[in-house]
């Protein structure tokens, strides 16, 4: 009986639900056992004594959900932590950007918090351009409320540099670079965003083709021809002055060879038969 009346509590002379601030329980839990309640109507009319401060200043353990809305209306709202992503800009691991933004994000929302007004989407939407995930970036751009898309220039900015990659409008790219004054916050992120594409692009001329003009080659780069030329030339390219085209040099590339353990085991036991 004292475990039952301890893990339960009792029953509410006023309302029949179960407290521990009945009068009966209160003999129970001092050690008179008395079975037989006292009382059993009501102590106030239309009104559960367990709602009463001055019988029960903790209020009834029934009344703990309106207690707990109370505290959490009360409570400040939680604050979003950017120290991870700070962190990671400052160390310049633009890299891991996306995935931090992604796994905040997530964090924040099962939270219940508002967070769409302060949420650094134009770094969020850089960091998935970044790692040339486009389609991601797409979906979160989708996601965005309009009032921020509207607010904020530079989300939008972002954004044309991702419509220009999804296009494949190369050229297009470094131009939506460029036509914008970036804050000190995304600067950094996309002018390494800047050199990486141009290396990308290289690359890509590099498999494609064998011979190019200086001038289709500055619009892949996005440089004038000059700096174009000049860039292919410190690569081994070879530029023909008189018809301004580019001959392009294949870099050799080296590859790896792997021992297969297998062939290292025959080896093995040969030389093992050659010893003995």
Not at 43 to 63: E, I, L, M, T, V
Not at 193 to 216: G, N, P, V, W
């Amino acid at each position: 009986m004292p475990s039952i009346a301890r893990r339960f509590g009792g029953i509410c002379g006023g309302c029949m639900v179960w407290s521990r601030e009945d009068p009966f329980w209160r003999r129970v839990f001092a050690g008179r056992w008395r079975m037989t309640p006292t009382r059993t109507t009501p102590r106030r009319k239309g009104k559960c004594h367990c709602y009463s401060s001055d019988r029960n200043p903790k209020k009834g353990r029934h009344n703990s959900g309106e207690n707990r809305r109370r505290r959490r209306a009360a409570a400040p709202p939680p604050s979003m932590d950017f120290s991870t992503l700070n962190e990671a800009l400052a160390f310049k691991s633009y890299d891991q950007i996306a995935d931090i933004c992604d796994t905040l994000m997530l964090q924040v929302a099962s939270e219940g918090v508002a967070f769409h007004e302060e949420w650094p989407y134009a770094v969020h939407l850089l960091g998935h351009i970044y790692i040339n995930d486009i389609n991601s970036a797409r979906f979160l751009w989708k996601k965005i409320p309009l009032a921020v898309k509207e607010s904020q220039p530079e989300v939008l900015a972002v954004w044309k540099i991702g419509q220009r990659l999804w296009m494949k409008d190369y050229g297009g790219v470094h131009e939506a670079i460029r036509e914008f004054n970036w804050s000190p916050q995304t600067q950094s992120i996309v002018t390494a965003f800047s050199e990486l594409y141009t290396k990308r692009m290289f690359d890509l001329l590099l498999s494609a083709y064998s011979t190019i003009s200086i001038q289709d080659t500055a619009l892949f780069l996005g440089m004038n021809e000059d700096d174009a030329a000049n860039y292919a030339v410190e690569r081994g390219w070879i530029v023909d002055p008189a018809s301004r085209m580019l001959t392009v040099t294949k870099q050799a590339v080296a590859t790896e060879q792997k021992l297969d353990p297998s062939k290292l085991q025959r080896l093995t036991e040969y030389v093992f038969h050659l010893e003995h």
